[in-house]
């Protein structure tokens, strides 16, 4: 299954983490990519399509404070959290 292959319903774990890819005409799973864009979760496939060169140049250019990238999986989240509750204390 890729973009563009699902024709149906939306799934009851849609762009939920380890659920369903958010993206309607996906909806592959395991959904393990995290969008800060769209506070949702995507399959590998849609997250290479969406955050490709280009979307990797906008996500810099619109969030140049960001201090990660737009797509992250937990893992990489998890990583980079005692660098955040560092900044706070
Ligand atoms: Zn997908």
């Known amino acids: 299954m890729a973009y563009g292959d ?5 799934r009851p774990d849609k762009g939920k983490e380890g659920g369903s890819c958010n993206r309607t005409r996906c909806q592959c799973s395991p959904a393990d990519w995290y969008n800060h864009g769209s506070y949702a979760w995507y399959c590998g496939e849609c997250k290479d399509q969406i955050y490709d060169a280009v979307g990797q140049l906008h996500w810099a250019k619109d969030f140049p404070n960001a201090g990660h990238p737009m797509f992250e999986t937990r893992e990489m989240m998890d990583a980079r959290k005692p660098i955040a509750e560092a900044k706070i204390s």
């Open 6 to 10: 699902y024709d149906g319903p939306d």
